[in-house]
């Protein structure tokens, strides 16, 4: 597609339910992000997936988060037993593909805004 | 121990002033540095990338590196109140993904 495309753009769910969130990057990049932001502060990385490679998790706040790319293409991150503080707006972005990973500039979909209540 | 750190702000500029926005960072390693504009309610847009010392100009857009000193600034010319939003550096700290900056708010009042 033209750009990153994630849905839903708002979730809202129940603390102790899991949630999909879903990215579908730029047609042709193999790099694929996870971040998420939180109200006042910076973007964290959670994960990071190249071509086949195995994924970067190291950025994963708990074991209820988890991630997969399914075809090099579309990721979905999927969070269980969700808590409040996993309440942000979780953003996926994608690069083209790079010898060195942070080499090129990320661009990002609109993102999915999740609230726990 | 932060590793991008930019000034929160808010830095105010009158309209048709330079604005200065600073980023320091940790890693003398880091080869890619990115601007990033963030308006209230929406996503990071990409507006500049650097990767050697020196000034990249690109439209009212300049972006300084100095890798000894460990900094990048981004300075906008001729600010407009469109401008208005906050900017997030952003360092490939170690070849790893991008390290951001929690942002610098900048205000261009009319």
């Known amino acids: 597609g033209a750009g990153v495309s994630q849905s839903p753009s708002n979730k809202v769910t129940e603390k102790g339910k899991d949630v999909e969130l879903r990215c579908d990057p730029i047609?042709?990049?193999?790099?694929l992000y996870w971040y998420r932001q939180s109200l006042g502060q910076g973007l964290e990385f959670l994960i990071y997936?190249?071509?086949?490679?195995?994924?970067?998790k190291s950025g994963l706040p708990s074991d209820r988060f988890s991630a997969e790319r399914t075809g090099g293409s579309v990721s979905t991150l999927t969070i269980q037993r969700t808590q409040q503080e996993d309440s942000a707006v979780y953003l996926c972005a994608s690069s083209l593909n790079s010898r060195r990973r942070g080499e090129d500039g990320y661009t990002f979909g609109s993102g999915t805004r999740l609230t726990v209540v | 121990q932060k590793e991008v750190e930019q000034n929160s702000g808010p830095l105010s500029v009158p309209e048709g002033a330079i604005a200065s926005l600073n980023c320091t960072y940790s890693?003398?390693?880091?080869?890619?540095f990115f601007w990033y504009r963030q308006y209230s309610g929406k996503s990071p847009e990409l507006i500049m990338s650097i990767y050697s010392n020196g000034d990249k100009e690109d439209g009212r857009f300049t972006a300084q590196l100095n890798k000894a000193s460990q900094y990048v600034s981004l300075l906008i010319r001729d600010s407009q109140p469109s401008d208005s939003a906050t900017y997030l550096c952003?360092?490939?700290?170690?070849?790893?993904?991008?390290?951001f900056g929690k942002g610098t708010m900048l205000l261009v009042s009319p």
């Open positions: 952003a360092v490939n700290i170690g070849y790893s993904t991008l390290t």
């Open positions: 890693d003398r390693v880091s080869q890619s």
């Open positions: 047609s042709g990049h193999t790099a």
């Open positions: 997936f190249q071509g086949n490679s195995a994924p970067d």
